[in-house]
């Protein structure tokens, strides 16, 4: 079986890497990008001892940093099979606080490196691909202060079908997943009552992400295309009564 030449973007830390691994461990080539060197190269390094794994510094907020990090990708790899658009940023603050660099840089990291990337990732697919956004369910659902976060990770749903439908002719298929509540720290953190707001009954992990995306990326599933998935345990659809 042919290795897959697979960028997962924000993969130094958290879901990102979890994401990298998995690949990795399935038997793909890896490579991770990052705007943090340092935590970036460690990623790498661990992925390696199960699979292959490398790092590519890039923030993806620049435009001129994504078109390097694909000439770069086209010069040693010659092609690309999977492309996971994770990189992203969360700041909350409150509505009337809010400035236009802070909005810029919310909405240039989420959103619009998801497009560009994809553009640049497209024209490497040259036998098709499989490209996958991580979304969020703030999309669908929202607490004060979080307007530049939802704005973003509704466009990024919004992007994916619209990207759907502009590469179908290429065998490009896109899909998003919109992640709930998921605890990248340690378990003992959280407390009981954080599970039981999930049917699930327990908060989620990168490793449920990571799953997904093997799923969504594997050439199986060519009829899952322009899609968004939910994975969050059933919160968003769990109906509490404030007392």
């Given at each position: 079986?042919?290795?897959?030449?697979?960028?997962?973007?924000?993969?130094?830390?958290?879901i990102g890497t979890e994401i990298a691994a998995a690949f990795a461990a399935a038997g793909d080539r890896v490579?991770?990008?990052?705007?943090?060197?340092?935590?970036?190269?460690?990623?790498?390094?661990?992925?390696?001892?199960?699979?292959?794994?490398?790092?590519?510094?890039?923030?993806?907020?620049?435009?001129?940093?994504?078109?390097?990090?694909?000439?770069?990708?086209?010069?040693?790899?010659?092609?690309?099979?999977?492309?996971?658009?994770?990189?992203?940023?969360?700041?909350?603050?409150?509505?009337?606080?809010?400035?236009?660099?802070?909005?810029?840089?919310?909405?240039?990291?989420?959103?619009?490196?998801?497009?560009?990337?994809?553009?640049?990732?497209?024209?490497?697919?040259?036998?098709?691909?499989?490209?996958?956004?991580?979304?969020?369910?703030?999309?669908?659902?929202?607490?004060?202060?979080?307007?530049?976060?939802?704005?973003?990770?509704?466009?990024?749903?919004?992007?994916?079908?619209?990207?759907?439908?502009?590469?179908?002719?290429?065998?490009?298929?896109?899909?998003?997943?919109?992640?709930?509540?998921?605890?990248?720290?340690?378990?003992?953190?959280?407390?009981?009552?954080?599970?039981?707001?999930?049917?699930?009954?327990?908060?989620?992990?990168?490793?449920?992400?990571?799953?997904?995306?093997?799923?969504?990326?594997?050439?199986?599933?060519q009829f899952i295309n322009g899609e968004n998935l939910i994975i969050d345990g059933g919160m968003t659809k769990?109906?509490?009564?404030?007392?």
């Amino acid at each position: 079986m042919t290795k897959r030449i697979v960028l997962v973007t924000g993969a130094a830390q958290g879901i990102g890497t979890e994401i990298a691994a998995a690949f990795a461990a399935a038997g793909d080539r890896v490579i991770l990008a990052d705007v943090n060197v340092d935590k970036g190269h460690e990623a790498a390094e661990r992925i390696t001892q199960n699979g292959e794994a490398r790092f590519i510094h890039c923030d993806v907020k620049n435009i001129s940093e994504i078109n390097h990090l694909f000439a770069q990708i086209r010069g040693e790899e010659g092609s690309l099979d999977v492309l996971i658009n994770n990189a992203g940023i969360s700041i909350w603050k409150n509505l009337f606080d809010v400035t236009e660099e802070a909005w810029d840089e919310v909405i240039h990291t989420n959103v619009r490196s998801v497009f560009f990337c994809s553009q640049q990732a497209a024209r490497l697919m040259k036998e098709g691909g499989a490209i996958i956004n991580i979304a969020s369910t703030r999309a669908f659902m929202s607490e004060p202060d979080s307007e530049m976060y939802a704005a973003a990770k509704g466009g990024v749903i919004a992007l994916t079908h619209a990207l759907a439908a502009s590469l179908q002719p290429y065998n490009i298929r896109v899909n998003s997943i919109s992640p709930g509540w998921i605890h990248t720290g340690k378990r003992e953190e959280l407390r009981p009552i954080d599970h039981k707001q999930h049917f699930s009954n327990r908060v989620g992990t990168p490793a449920d992400i990571a799953s997904a995306c093997l799923f969504l990326a594997s050439n199986e599933q060519q009829f899952i295309n322009g899609e968004n998935l939910i994975i969050d345990g059933g919160m968003t659809k769990k109906m509490i009564y404030e007392p």
